[in-house]
């Protein structure tokens, strides 16, 4: 039992313009459709600056996997292209195929180029789609999200202004009709106003200007 693959102990020559026959071994032309000795077709020469190419510049959507026609593990490239790690993957194996000869990688892999058309379409197809998930899970949280934050600041305004009149009313006896009386340093974005102020209770309302709702507020807090 010493055989060997032909690979590794094949001493017969072949020219530059013949190659192994991928079934039975034999020499055949390169470019020989059906091999004259077994008659079963040839797959598609690789070319191995193509290979590299698509590993180095499209491995992380798997585009060499395609273009051997390894499908499965395409997918999968394309599946986790965003965790980087097959872009890390295509990395390494980009310098493996440069270490690897053009005769052993036309050995172990056939052409496929129709299938890196394929993968950067499944790629484009699959980065549209997770976008638009992404981004109507997104965006109404954000804008709620925005909105509250709005709100908050108003509230602050509302609650400084409430301490700001209780002071006045220490003072005067009655609570301030006039914002400027109160000395508070507000917020730019939010604008606030005294609705009616007596010696009994203030109303005031305060609204940002990102926010198309106002909140109110008078003596005994906010409404
Ligand atoms: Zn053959």
């Known amino acids: 039992m010493d055989r060997q693959p032909p690979a590794l102990n094949d001493k017969r020559t072949k020219a530059m313009d013949e190659k192994f026959c991928s079934t039975c071994g034999e020499i055949i032309k390169i470019k020989a459709e059906i091999c004259p000795h077994c008659g079963v077709r040839q797959k598609g020469q690789i070319s191995k600056a193509a290979l590299m190419l ?7 959507i798997g585009a060499h996997k ?34 690897t000869s053009r005769e052993r990688l036309q050995e172990k892999y056939s052409a496929n180029g129709g299938g890196v058309v394929i993968a950067v379409i499944a790629c484009g197809i699959g ?15 954000f804008v709620t999200y925005r909105h509250r934050a709005y709100q908050a600041s108003v509230k602050a305004e509302l609650q400084s202004l409430s301490v700001a009149q209780n002071v006045y009313f220490e003072e005067h006896g009655r609570y301030s009709t006039n914002l400027s009386e109160l000395n508070l340093e507000s917020n730019p974005m939010v604008t606030l106003e005294i609705l009616s102020a007596d010696d009994q209770c203030f109303e005031a309302i305060g609204e940002h200007e990102k926010l198309e709702d106002t909140l109110t507020m008078d003596c005994n807090g906010l409404q």
Do not use: M, V
Not at 54 to 60: K, M, R, S, V, Y
């Open 54 to 60: 698509f590993a180095f510049f499209l491995g992380g």
């Open 66 to 99: 395609f273009y051997t026609g390894k499908y499965w593990q395409g997918i999968f490239y394309i599946l986790f292209c965003w965790t980087g790690i097959p872009g890390l993957i295509a990395l390494i194996e980009f310098i493996i195929y440069a270490f």
């Open 127 to 141: 980065f549209i789609f997770i976008t638009g998930i992404l981004a109507a899970i997104a965006i109404p949280q």
